[in-house]
């Protein structure tokens, strides 16, 4: 048995999810850090513990984090891994991905529970636009400049964390995160399925993945080395075209015939702006809206992960293509597909 005490947030999600089965495959004493109202679908196995921590109020967090310590002993580990994707206000990106994160952060600090070792799940998009002339992947060392206010929010919680005295952390910044469970490219493939291959602007996109599992391998090494204080990008090693990605679709799902059909950026954006408009009417957030817009608009999404593999040994297992048959196996098992 691991004597270490973990606790990974935003632990009902796709990824978090997939970090608390590898937590307690390690034998971890393993900690999910989930609202009340969160599903715990994927949260069955009764070796796990649960904690509602409030983000929102830093009075509050601190108090809950008194008590977690006198009763229990501070977290060894903690992978930080809640935040949103897609909010009804811009706004809300930055409030809970940015104050909640520093919340957290300032927290720990007060009540003397700072982990060996704190993991920020940030994105690609903390970093902004790559280059779409001469297709250079992207660098650790390039100049961040986000253009999506959800990229903004990340890039302002690493530069809190970053800023932070004594404080042992890892930012990990993955680029397009899928497998079982996730639902954006779940969307994809099923419009595929259905016989349709919807593309955003002429020029061809350059795409990178990383399998869920291949991510929550990351996170673990990062956590059990010696590294700390670094940041780094999270592919697969691979890159590939907006077109051979929907080619890969549909050789795995076994779909011959599809009706491509390229929309052109002026008129995405448009729908784009109208699902947003109708988001704030129905209270709904919309995958669709201006800042997805911008994410989908991006032509180059390479990233050189050169400095995971040196400084962490991480060699990922799933190429695109066997990331996606273990996916469709999987949403044809639980009748997704």
């Known amino acids: 048995m691991n004597n270490k005490r973990i606790l990974i947030t935003g632990a009902s999600g796709f990824i978090g999810s997939s ?20 599903s715990r679908e994927y949260l069955q196995d009764e070796r796990i513990r649960f904690i509602d921590l409030d983000f929102g109020d830093k009075a509050k967090l601190e108090e809950q984090l008194r008590e977690f310590v006198s009763e229990h002993g501070k977290f060894d580990y903690i992978v930080h891994n809640a935040g949103v994707t897609k909010c009804l206000n811009a706004e809300d990106f930055d409030r809970v991905n940015f104050g909640y994160t520093a919340n957290f952060i300032d927290a720990l600090q007060a009540v003397n529970a700072v982990p060996e070792k704190f993991i920020l799940m940030s994105s690609l998009s903390a970093i902004g636009v790559g280059d779409e002339v001469n297709y250079a992947p992207l660098k650790l060392n390039d100049t961040p400049n986000p253009n999506t206010a959800y990229g903004k929010s990340k ?11 004594d404080f042992p952390y890892i930012i990990l910044r993955p680029t397009g995160v899928y497998g079982p469970r996730e639902k954006d490219y779940f969307l994809m493939v099923k419009t595929v399925k259905s016989g349709l291959d919807v593309g955003a602007g002429f020029k061809p996109q350059h795409l990178t993945f990383i399998y869920v599992r291949d991510l929550v391998d990351a996170v673990y090494l990062g956590l059990e080395s010696d590294v700390r204080d670094k940041a780094y990008f999270v592919a697969d090693g691979d890159v590939y075209t907006d077109k051979e990605y929907t080619r890969l679709v549909k050789e795995v799902i076994g779909k011959k015939h599809v009706l491509s059909l390229k929309v052109p950026l002026w008129l ?16 709904k957030p919309s995958t669709l809206n201006r800042d997805k817009y911008k994410i989908m608009k991006q032509r180059n999404w390479e990233c050189d992960i050169t400095p995971l593999v040196n400084d962490l040994g991480f060699s990922p297992k799933y190429n695109l293509r066997r990331g996606l048959e273990e996916s469709v196996q999987w949403y044809k098992e639980n009748n997704w597909l």
Not at 20 to 28: N, R, V, W
Not at 268 to 283: D, F, H, P, Q, R
């Open 19 to 38: 970090l608390i089965e590898k937590a307690l495959k390690k034998g971890y004493d393993t900690w999910a850090g989930i609202r009340k109202s969160s």
């Open 268 to 283: 995405l954006k448009g729908i784009s702006v109208i699902a947003e408009e109708v988001s704030k009417l129905t209270k």
């Open 155 to 165: 890039l302002k919680a690493e530069q809190y964390l970053q800023a932070t005295n």
